[in-house]
Protein backbone atom coordinates (compact mmCIF):
# COMPACT_ATOMS: atom_id res chain seq x y z
CA UNK A 1 0.00 0.00 0.00
CA UNK A 2 1.66 3.20 -0.97
CA UNK A 3 2.23 5.62 1.67
CA UNK A 4 2.28 3.69 4.64
CA UNK A 5 4.64 3.54 7.16
CA UNK A 6 6.12 0.76 8.75
CA UNK A 7 6.41 1.96 11.92
CA UNK A 8 4.91 5.45 13.53
CA UNK A 9 5.94 5.70 17.01
CA UNK A 10 4.39 8.62 19.01
CA UNK A 11 6.52 10.80 21.60
CA UNK A 12 10.70 11.31 21.30
CA UNK A 13 11.79 10.67 24.80
CA UNK A 14 14.59 7.91 25.86
CA UNK A 15 11.94 5.21 25.00
CA UNK A 16 10.65 6.70 21.05
CA UNK A 17 13.94 7.51 20.04
CA UNK A 18 15.92 3.83 21.28
CA UNK A 19 13.00 2.90 19.59
CA UNK A 20 13.22 4.81 16.09
CA UNK A 21 17.50 4.04 16.36
CA UNK A 22 16.55 0.06 16.55
CA UNK A 23 13.62 0.74 13.67
CA UNK A 24 15.95 3.10 11.27
CA UNK A 25 19.33 0.42 11.96
CA UNK A 26 16.52 -2.19 10.73
CA UNK A 27 15.82 -0.74 7.46
CA UNK A 28 12.40 0.15 8.47
CA UNK A 29 11.89 3.81 7.55
CA UNK A 30 10.49 5.07 11.14
CA UNK A 31 8.30 7.69 11.35
CA UNK A 32 7.91 9.48 14.42
CA UNK A 33 5.80 12.52 16.05
CA UNK A 34 8.35 14.10 18.53
CA UNK A 35 5.30 15.92 19.72
CA UNK A 36 6.21 19.09 21.89
CA UNK A 37 2.91 19.80 23.84
CA UNK A 38 1.59 16.19 25.30
CA UNK A 39 4.87 15.95 27.55
CA UNK A 40 6.52 19.20 28.27
CA UNK A 41 8.69 19.29 25.10
CA UNK A 42 9.87 17.58 22.39
CA UNK A 43 12.30 15.49 24.02
CA UNK A 44 10.09 14.40 26.99
CA UNK A 45 11.18 14.76 30.79
CA UNK A 46 14.68 14.91 30.78
CA UNK A 47 14.64 18.43 28.85
CA UNK A 48 13.16 19.55 32.41
CA UNK A 49 15.79 18.21 34.04
CA UNK A 50 19.25 19.88 34.54
CA UNK A 51 22.14 16.97 35.45
CA UNK A 52 22.18 13.29 34.73
CA UNK A 53 24.39 11.57 36.91
CA UNK A 54 22.66 8.22 36.42
CA UNK A 55 22.37 7.68 32.39
CA UNK A 56 25.07 4.78 31.79
CA UNK A 57 28.03 5.77 29.55
CA UNK A 58 28.65 9.87 31.15
CA UNK A 59 30.80 9.63 33.69
CA UNK A 60 30.83 12.70 34.37
CA UNK A 61 26.85 13.39 33.89
CA UNK A 62 25.62 15.43 31.12
CA UNK A 63 22.83 18.10 30.72
CA UNK A 64 18.94 16.73 30.00
CA UNK A 65 18.05 18.38 27.50
CA UNK A 66 21.42 17.84 25.80
CA UNK A 67 21.55 14.59 26.61
CA UNK A 68 18.05 14.70 24.41
CA UNK A 69 19.82 16.19 21.81
CA UNK A 70 22.50 13.63 21.46
CA UNK A 71 19.63 10.55 21.05
CA UNK A 72 17.45 13.00 18.87
CA UNK A 73 20.80 13.25 16.37
CA UNK A 74 21.49 9.73 16.69
CA UNK A 75 17.66 9.07 15.21
CA UNK A 76 18.31 11.29 12.57
CA UNK A 77 21.87 9.80 11.32
CA UNK A 78 19.47 6.63 10.30
CA UNK A 79 17.32 8.20 8.84
CA UNK A 80 14.18 8.73 11.00
CA UNK A 81 11.77 10.95 9.84
CA UNK A 82 10.42 13.20 12.47
CA UNK A 83 7.86 16.07 13.10
CA UNK A 84 7.55 17.90 15.75
CA UNK A 85 3.63 17.28 15.78
CA UNK A 86 1.48 16.67 18.51
CA UNK A 87 -0.83 13.33 17.73
CA UNK A 88 -3.93 14.93 18.00
CA UNK A 89 -6.23 11.24 16.99
CA UNK A 90 -5.70 7.56 16.92
CA UNK A 91 -8.22 5.51 15.18
CA UNK A 92 -6.69 1.29 15.69
CA UNK A 93 -9.83 0.08 14.54
CA UNK A 94 -8.90 0.31 11.29
CA UNK A 95 -5.30 -1.12 9.25
CA UNK A 96 -3.44 -0.11 9.00
CA UNK A 97 -3.62 2.31 11.53
CA UNK A 98 -4.45 5.93 11.42
CA UNK A 99 -2.35 9.03 13.34
CA UNK A 100 -3.42 12.50 13.21
CA UNK A 101 -2.06 15.86 13.86
CA UNK A 102 -3.12 18.97 12.89
CA UNK A 103 -0.88 19.34 9.91
CA UNK A 104 -1.27 15.92 8.70
CA UNK A 105 -2.32 11.96 8.51
CA UNK A 106 -0.25 9.32 8.63
CA UNK A 107 -0.83 5.79 8.19
CA UNK A 108 1.08 2.77 9.74
CA UNK A 109 1.11 -1.24 10.01
CA UNK A 110 2.53 -0.75 13.38
CA UNK A 111 2.44 2.02 15.87
CA UNK A 112 5.39 2.31 18.86
CA UNK A 113 3.27 4.98 21.95
CA UNK A 114 6.20 6.26 23.82
CA UNK A 115 4.15 9.23 25.16
CA UNK A 116 5.94 9.23 28.56
CA UNK A 117 4.49 10.46 31.55
CA UNK A 118 4.00 13.85 33.34
CA UNK A 119 5.11 14.71 36.63
CA UNK A 120 2.27 16.42 38.74
CA UNK A 121 2.83 19.83 40.39
CA UNK A 122 0.89 22.04 42.40
CA UNK A 123 1.07 25.26 40.90
CA UNK A 124 2.62 27.03 44.19
CA UNK A 125 3.07 30.96 43.23
CA UNK A 126 6.81 30.88 43.42
CA UNK A 127 6.61 27.32 41.56
CA UNK A 128 7.93 28.30 38.08
CA UNK A 129 10.72 30.44 39.63
CA UNK A 130 12.47 27.82 41.50
CA UNK A 131 12.12 25.22 39.11
CA UNK A 132 15.09 23.69 38.75
CA UNK A 133 16.89 26.15 41.32
CA UNK A 134 15.95 23.54 44.30
CA UNK A 135 13.02 22.14 43.36
CA UNK A 136 12.33 19.40 40.92
CA UNK A 137 9.64 16.48 40.97
CA UNK A 138 12.69 13.36 40.73
CA UNK A 139 14.72 13.12 43.62
CA UNK A 140 16.15 10.09 41.86
CA UNK A 141 17.14 12.23 39.31
CA UNK A 142 18.47 15.40 40.86
CA UNK A 143 18.83 14.59 44.81
CA UNK A 144 22.49 13.63 44.69
CA UNK A 145 23.27 17.19 42.80
CA UNK A 146 25.89 19.09 45.25
CA UNK A 147 23.46 21.71 46.17
CA UNK A 148 21.14 19.12 48.43
CA UNK A 149 24.28 18.17 50.03
CA UNK A 150 23.87 17.38 53.80
CA UNK A 151 21.39 20.26 53.43
CA UNK A 152 17.64 19.88 54.93
CA UNK A 153 15.31 18.79 52.22
CA UNK A 154 11.90 18.20 51.81
CA UNK A 155 9.39 15.92 49.77
CA UNK A 156 5.88 16.34 49.50
CA UNK A 157 3.45 13.61 49.09
CA UNK A 158 2.22 10.32 50.80
CA UNK A 159 2.25 7.68 48.84
CA UNK A 160 5.26 4.55 47.28
CA UNK A 161 7.17 7.38 45.38
CA UNK A 162 6.84 10.10 47.83
CA UNK A 163 8.45 7.57 50.52
CA UNK A 164 11.04 6.06 48.26
CA UNK A 165 12.33 8.81 46.87
CA UNK A 166 12.55 10.61 50.52
CA UNK A 167 14.35 7.44 51.52
CA UNK A 168 16.82 8.01 48.76
CA UNK A 169 17.41 11.28 49.74
CA UNK A 170 18.15 10.49 53.11
CA UNK A 171 22.03 9.28 51.42
CA UNK A 172 22.17 12.97 50.84
CA UNK A 173 20.79 15.08 53.05
CA UNK A 174 21.17 16.76 56.99
CA UNK A 175 17.43 15.49 57.00
CA UNK A 176 14.60 14.92 55.14
CA UNK A 177 10.65 16.25 55.84
CA UNK A 178 7.76 14.33 53.76
CA UNK A 179 4.98 16.48 54.13
CA UNK A 180 1.65 14.88 53.63
CA UNK A 181 -1.99 16.76 53.33
CA UNK A 182 -3.54 13.56 55.46
CA UNK A 183 -2.53 11.78 58.99
CA UNK A 184 -1.94 8.52 56.96
CA UNK A 185 0.35 7.23 54.40
CA UNK A 186 -1.14 5.78 50.71
CA UNK A 187 1.94 4.22 50.72
CA UNK A 188 2.32 0.59 50.78
CA UNK A 189 2.62 -0.91 54.60
CA UNK A 190 6.59 -1.87 53.95
CA UNK A 191 7.42 0.98 52.63
CA UNK A 192 5.53 3.06 55.43
CA UNK A 193 7.79 1.05 57.94
CA UNK A 194 10.69 1.95 56.05
CA UNK A 195 9.75 5.92 56.59
CA UNK A 196 8.91 5.70 60.33
CA UNK A 197 12.17 3.52 61.13
CA UNK A 198 14.48 5.88 59.22
CA UNK A 199 16.19 8.52 61.75
CA UNK A 200 16.58 10.83 59.12
CA UNK A 201 13.22 11.23 57.82
CA UNK A 202 10.49 12.52 59.39
CA UNK A 203 7.03 12.68 58.30
CA UNK A 204 4.96 16.15 58.80
CA UNK A 205 1.34 15.05 58.89
CA UNK A 206 -1.97 17.19 57.83
CA UNK A 207 0.17 19.81 55.86
CA UNK A 208 0.17 21.38 52.84
CA UNK A 209 2.89 23.44 50.79
CA UNK A 210 1.62 26.63 50.59
CA UNK A 211 4.67 28.01 49.13
CA UNK A 212 8.76 27.85 47.79
CA UNK A 213 10.86 30.32 49.73
CA UNK A 214 13.99 31.87 48.08
CA UNK A 215 15.08 34.21 45.82
CA UNK A 216 17.56 32.83 43.35
CA UNK A 217 17.50 29.45 45.06
CA UNK A 218 15.12 27.55 47.45
CA UNK A 219 16.07 28.68 50.90
CA UNK A 220 12.52 27.57 52.81
CA UNK A 221 9.26 26.10 52.30
CA UNK A 222 6.00 27.49 53.66
CA UNK A 223 3.59 25.01 55.14
CA UNK A 224 0.33 25.08 56.49
CA UNK A 225 -1.79 22.86 58.86
CA UNK A 226 -5.08 21.63 57.28
CA UNK A 227 -6.34 20.88 60.51
CA UNK A 228 -4.97 24.01 63.16
CA UNK A 229 -4.77 26.14 60.01
CA UNK A 230 -1.41 27.52 61.52
CA UNK A 231 1.37 28.45 58.56
CA UNK A 232 4.97 27.84 59.18
CA UNK A 233 7.95 28.38 57.43
CA UNK A 234 11.01 25.88 57.07
CA UNK A 235 14.28 25.68 55.79
CA UNK A 236 15.18 23.44 53.51
CA UNK A 237 17.58 23.72 50.55
CA UNK A 238 15.74 20.78 48.03
CA UNK A 239 11.32 20.65 47.37
CA UNK A 240 10.77 17.71 45.78
CA UNK A 241 7.02 16.75 44.62
CA UNK A 242 6.36 13.30 44.78
CA UNK A 243 2.56 13.83 44.44
CA UNK A 244 2.16 11.27 41.27
CA UNK A 245 2.39 10.92 37.93
CA UNK A 246 -0.08 11.77 34.73
CA UNK A 247 0.53 9.15 32.25
CA UNK A 248 0.07 11.16 28.25
CA UNK A 249 -2.52 8.80 27.18
CA UNK A 250 -5.63 10.86 26.83
CA UNK A 251 -5.82 10.58 22.96
CA UNK A 252 -5.93 6.54 23.29
CA UNK A 253 -8.43 6.23 25.92
CA UNK A 254 -11.36 3.70 24.47
CA UNK A 255 -8.84 1.94 22.81
CA UNK A 256 -6.19 0.53 24.69
CA UNK A 257 -6.44 -1.03 28.01
CA UNK A 258 -5.32 1.70 30.47
CA UNK A 259 -5.37 1.03 34.47
CA UNK A 260 -7.12 2.76 37.12
CA UNK A 261 -4.11 6.01 36.83
CA UNK A 262 -3.83 5.62 33.21
CA UNK A 263 -1.06 3.86 32.27
CA UNK A 264 -1.27 1.35 29.16
CA UNK A 265 -1.45 -2.23 30.12
CA UNK A 266 0.97 -4.79 28.36
CA UNK A 267 0.48 -8.47 27.87
CA UNK A 268 3.03 -10.22 30.55
CA UNK A 269 6.62 -10.08 29.30
CA UNK A 270 6.30 -8.00 26.34
CA UNK A 271 5.91 -4.90 25.10
CA UNK A 272 2.60 -5.63 23.17
CA UNK A 273 -0.11 -3.70 24.27
CA UNK A 274 -4.15 -5.31 23.48
CA UNK A 275 -4.40 -4.39 20.33
CA UNK A 276 -1.74 -6.85 17.74
CA UNK A 277 0.68 -4.08 16.10
CA UNK A 278 0.53 -1.73 18.63
CA UNK A 279 3.63 -1.32 21.19
CA UNK A 280 4.16 0.92 24.45
CA UNK A 281 7.41 1.60 25.94
CA UNK A 282 8.81 4.17 28.70
CA UNK A 283 6.43 6.07 31.08
CA UNK A 284 3.57 5.93 29.43
CA UNK A 285 3.41 2.14 30.57
CA UNK A 286 5.80 2.26 33.59
CA UNK A 287 4.95 3.91 36.82
CA UNK A 288 7.37 1.34 38.35
CA UNK A 289 11.05 2.76 37.83
CA UNK A 290 10.75 5.73 35.35
CA UNK A 291 14.62 6.25 34.49
CA UNK A 292 15.55 7.33 31.31
CA UNK A 293 17.53 4.32 30.92
CA UNK A 294 14.38 1.94 31.88
CA UNK A 295 12.65 3.86 28.61
CA UNK A 296 15.23 3.44 26.49
CA UNK A 297 15.46 -0.32 27.46
CA UNK A 298 11.58 -0.81 26.52
CA UNK A 299 12.10 1.75 23.54
CA UNK A 300 14.60 -0.77 22.02
CA UNK A 301 12.37 -4.42 23.08
CA UNK A 302 9.43 -2.45 21.81
CA UNK A 303 10.83 -1.72 18.22
CA UNK A 304 12.69 -5.24 18.04
CA UNK A 305 8.95 -6.86 18.88
CA UNK A 306 7.29 -4.00 16.05
CA UNK A 307 10.00 -5.78 13.68
CA UNK A 308 9.64 -9.13 14.32
CA UNK A 309 5.71 -8.23 14.05
CA UNK A 310 5.98 -6.82 10.83
CA UNK A 311 8.20 -9.38 9.17
CA UNK A 312 5.97 -12.03 10.57
CA UNK A 313 2.73 -10.48 8.81
CA UNK A 314 4.74 -9.97 5.78
CA UNK A 315 4.02 -5.78 6.28
CA UNK A 316 7.66 -4.58 5.75
CA UNK A 317 7.64 -2.01 2.87
P1 LIG B 1 0.08 8.01 44.39
O1 LIG B 1 -1.04 8.54 43.56
O2 LIG B 1 -0.01 6.65 44.94
O3 LIG B 1 0.34 8.99 45.61
C1 LIG B 1 0.34 10.37 45.44
C2 LIG B 1 0.49 11.03 46.82
O4 LIG B 1 0.55 12.43 46.63
C3 LIG B 1 -0.69 10.73 47.74
O5 LIG B 1 -0.24 10.55 49.04
C4 LIG B 1 -1.54 11.99 47.61
O6 LIG B 1 -2.23 12.31 48.81
C5 LIG B 1 -0.49 13.05 47.38
N1 LIG B 1 -1.02 14.15 46.59
C6 LIG B 1 -1.62 14.09 45.37
N2 LIG B 1 -1.95 15.31 44.95
C7 LIG B 1 -1.56 16.16 45.93
C8 LIG B 1 -1.64 17.55 46.09
N3 LIG B 1 -2.16 18.33 45.13
N4 LIG B 1 -1.16 18.09 47.21
C9 LIG B 1 -0.60 17.32 48.18
N5 LIG B 1 -0.49 16.00 48.09
C10 LIG B 1 -0.97 15.42 46.98
O7 LIG B 1 1.39 8.21 43.44
P2 LIG B 1 2.81 7.53 43.56
O8 LIG B 1 3.63 8.21 42.52
O9 LIG B 1 3.31 7.55 44.95
O10 LIG B 1 2.57 6.03 43.13
C11 LIG B 1 2.01 5.70 41.85
C12 LIG B 1 1.94 4.19 41.70
O11 LIG B 1 3.24 3.66 41.58
C13 LIG B 1 1.32 3.50 42.90
O12 LIG B 1 0.57 2.41 42.46
C14 LIG B 1 2.51 3.03 43.70
O13 LIG B 1 2.22 1.91 44.53
C15 LIG B 1 3.50 2.69 42.59
N6 LIG B 1 4.88 2.77 43.08
C16 LIG B 1 5.47 1.67 43.58
C17 LIG B 1 6.75 1.72 44.08
C18 LIG B 1 7.35 0.49 44.61
O14 LIG B 1 6.70 -0.53 44.64
N7 LIG B 1 8.60 0.52 45.04
C19 LIG B 1 7.53 2.97 44.07
C20 LIG B 1 6.82 4.08 43.55
C21 LIG B 1 5.54 3.97 43.08
P3 LIG B 1 -3.48 11.44 49.32
O15 LIG B 1 -2.87 10.19 49.87
O16 LIG B 1 -4.11 12.31 50.33
O17 LIG B 1 -4.33 11.19 48.10
Not at 98 to 113: D, M, Q, T, W
Not at 147 to 172: C, H, S, W
Request: glycine share 10%; with cysteine; hydrophobic share 40%.
Amino acid sequence: MPNVKNIVIVGSGPAGHTAAIYAARANLNPFMFEGYTMGGSAGGQLTTTTDVENYPGFPDGVNGPELMQLFRKQSERFGTEMVQEDVTAADFSQRPFVLKSENREVRAHAVIISTGATAKRMGVPNEEKMWNNGMSACAVCDGALPMFRNQPLMVIGGGDTAVEEATYLTKFGSMVYMVHRRDQLRASKIMQERAIKNPKLEIIWDTVLEDAVGEDYLTGARLKNVKTNAVREMKVAGLFYAIGHTPNTLIFNGQLDIDAAGYIKLKLGTQETNIDGVFAAGDVHDHKYRQAVTAAGTGCAASLEAERWLAEKGLIG
